[in-house]
């Protein structure tokens, strides 16, 4: 059973704009969320995170937002620059500092310049 | 630091034969995850150590699949016999204690068989 979810496989955005990427989770124990990025022939590589008792992080054009009560988190790219296109997991954890994750199925990103 | 290295990058294979994929975690780091990508699953955990103690394998689809962590600086996952539906790429990663928390993975074992 997925309990975290990506709905939206793949998502395409002109450059300069926003993209919003989404991720949806049932485990309501969840309390720390990961966004990880994926480019080809690579391994993911960690790129924002957010604990449960924020409802918003931002780093440079990254922004995650939490809403603990819809059990879901967003991440917001502002402006979209085509080195960004790639493929982005959303992850969540049971503990902060705890040893598994359990991640979606991903979104794939495109940037169109 | 050279990160997670897995090796090999590419494995071709014909159902039934034994497939051993390798993994070297940062030095330092104490806990090594294996997982699984898929289209329909994303990223799936099929097993991960502690202290290269394994601590939880049920995410290891069947018998078929077996993980050995020896040393602190090296893990194996085995797949014996191999079929079809096994192709996808296996990552490993690893992590260390908070505040590093958040894995580091490596560049993936893309398998086919065949």
């Known amino acids: 059973d997925q309990q975290v979810k990506q709905n939206s496989p793949s998502l395409s955005v002109q450059e300069g704009r926003i993209s919003i990427l989404n991720c949806d989770y049932t485990?309501?124990?969840?309390?720390?969320f990961l966004w990880y990025k994926k480019y080809p022939a690579e391994g993911p590589t960690f790129l924002i995170s957010?604990?449960?008792?924020?409802d918003k992080n931002e780093d440079g054009r990254f922004t995650v937002f939490l809403n603990k009560s819809a059990k879901h988190l967003s991440l917001h790219i502002v402006p979209s620059q085509p080195g960004d296109s790639a493929v982005y997991f959303c992850?969540?954890?049971?503990?902060?500092?705890?040893?598994?994750?359990?991640f979606g199925t991903g979104t794939r990103l495109t940037v169109i310049p | 630091d050279a990160g997670v290295i897995q090796s090999p990058r590419h494995e071709v294979t014909e159902m039934g034969q034994e497939v051993t994929l390798r993994c070297k975690p940062i030095?330092?780091?104490?806990?090594l995850f294996w997982y699984r990508q898929t289209m329909m699953r994303g990223l799936e955990l099929l097993i991960y150590?502690?202290?290269?103690?394994?601590?939880?394998d049920s995410g290891m689809p069947e018998d078929r699949f077996s993980a050995k962590m020896p040393n602190a600086s090296f893990s194996t996952l085995k797949i014996q016999p191999s079929e079809p539906r096994d192709s996808a790429v296996y990552f490993c990663?690893?992590?260390?204690?908070?505040?590093?928390?958040?894995?580091?993975f490596g560049s993936g074992t893309r398998l086919t068989v065949v």
């Open positions: 992850a969540a954890s049971v503990e902060t500092g705890a040893n598994n994750l359990f």
């Open positions: 485990n309501s124990m969840f309390d720390y």
């Open positions: 957010i604990s449960s008792i924020k």
């Open positions: 030095s330092g780091h104490n806990s």
């Open positions: 150590f502690n202290n290269n103690v394994p601590i939880d």
């Open positions: 990663a690893s992590m260390g204690w908070w505040p590093n928390y958040g894995y580091t």
